[in-house]
């Protein structure tokens, strides 16, 4: 009899509690009323607890991990490739000696190995305490067109952009859970992850930061119930290490000239939108999205083919004296 089988037991994404008192995305007490209107101004965007950072002696990373400390966190740890720690080892220690009471830790770790990761996540937690917020900085690209590109550079790209977010997330979002506490995960995926990049061929790169956004959806909607926002990123063209180099000259300008603010963004541009998303109160009602930033670029294969139709449409017709419905006509020019 059917009746007489049991029903395999389906996994269910579970929400978060709707009981107020036992809810862990409860919305934020009232600012106290004797603050100051500079001390609630703080407040909104006060950081608290301790951040781990994948790909953390990067240059947009080590500015967020600047930005952090500033904003109140505890301590942090930085991890990344043995060697661009030793690289980075003189502003790891500009930062300890700027923030004295904060603990930084720096930490070598690379994203793809996942016992690493497990390792290296349990040890930091030991010397800091709670986890509490999460930011995959770690990345690498790779600019081949894509008749020329091996196996093993797709799949390192992958491996390093996805997979090592993911392992990350996992590992650290598992502390968060146990913890009772939450936390707040912050991805960083691109521009290149909504759309392709013009000229530079790159499709293991687009691709990978395109499954970044995904891997913050799918964990969002898993996670809010432990208390835990998941949130991501998408910088534009950012000036670091990544865009640098005089054979590179020709592409930025390129980029800067599809670009109404003219030029790329500076690591600091990242800061406010880490802080943000990072935030108890200010971003406290932010989850699974994404942060694009990137001065309002229009530089994609898609966005400037569908820009060279329209020219070329609307200069081959004269459309002010075009009545067709898909001329504008004068009177929606001043509209709109
Ligand atoms: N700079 C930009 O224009 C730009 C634009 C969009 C997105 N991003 C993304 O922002 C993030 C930071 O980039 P950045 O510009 O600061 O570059 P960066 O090269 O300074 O930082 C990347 C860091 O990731 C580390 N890393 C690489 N492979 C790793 C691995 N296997 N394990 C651990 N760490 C590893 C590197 O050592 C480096 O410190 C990257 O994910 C990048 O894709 C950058």
């Not at 709707?18 to 934020?28: F, N, R």
Request: proline share 6%.
């Amino acid at each position: 009899m059917a009746s007489e089988i049991p029903l395999p037991k389906m996994p269910w994404i579970q929400l978060g509690e709707l009981d107020p008192a036992s809810m862990l995305t409860p919305p934020p007490a009232l600012f106290p009323a004797n603050t100051t209107a500079q001390e609630r101004a703080a407040m909104r965007f006060g950081v608290n607890g301790n951040a781990v950072f994948t790909g953390g002696t990067g240059m947009l990373a080590l500015a967020s991990a600047r930005a952090l400390l500033e904003h109140g966190l505890s301590g942090i740890a930085l991890l990344d490739l043995p060697t661009a720690i030793e690289k980075g080892q003189s502003a790891i220690e500009t930062l300890r000696a700027d923030f004295p009471s904060a603990k930084i830790l720096a930490e070598p770790c690379d994203v793809t190995d996942a016992d690493g990761m497990r390792e290296t996540v349990q040890k930091v937690r030991d010397q800091l305490g709670d986890l509490t917020i999460l930011c995959c900085f770690a990345g690498m690209v790779n600019c081949v067109a894509a008749e020329n590109l091996s196996i093993e550079q797709w799949r390192r790209v992958i491996d390093v952009n996805t997979t090592g977010s993911w392992i990350a997330a996992q590992t650290v979002g598992k502390h968060m859970i146990s913890s009772g506490h939450g936390g707040k995960i912050v991805l960083i995926s691109s521009i290149s992850g909504h759309r392709v990049n013009y000229p530079q061929p790159q499709i293991a790169y687009n691709v990978s930061k395109s499954a970044v956004l995904h891997i913050r959806n799918s964990l969002a909607a898993e996670w809010t119930r432990y208390g835990i926002r998941v949130n991501s990123i998408s910088p534009g063209y950012m000036d670091t290490v990544l865009n640098e180099g005089e054979d590179l000259a020709p592409w930025r300008a390129i980029w800067a000239d599809r670009n109404p603010m003219r030029r790329m963004g500076s690591p600091q541009e990242m800061t406010g939108p880490v802080i943000f998303l990072c935030s108890d109160i200010g971003g406290s009602y932010v989850n699974g999205t994404d942060l694009v930033v990137d001065g309002m670029l229009f530089d994609s294969v898609n966005d400037n083919d569908a820009d060279d139709i329209a020219r070329w449409w609307f200069g081959f017709l004269d459309y002010n004296s075009c009545r067709c419905s898909l001329c504008p006509q004068p009177e929606q020019d001043r509209d709109t």
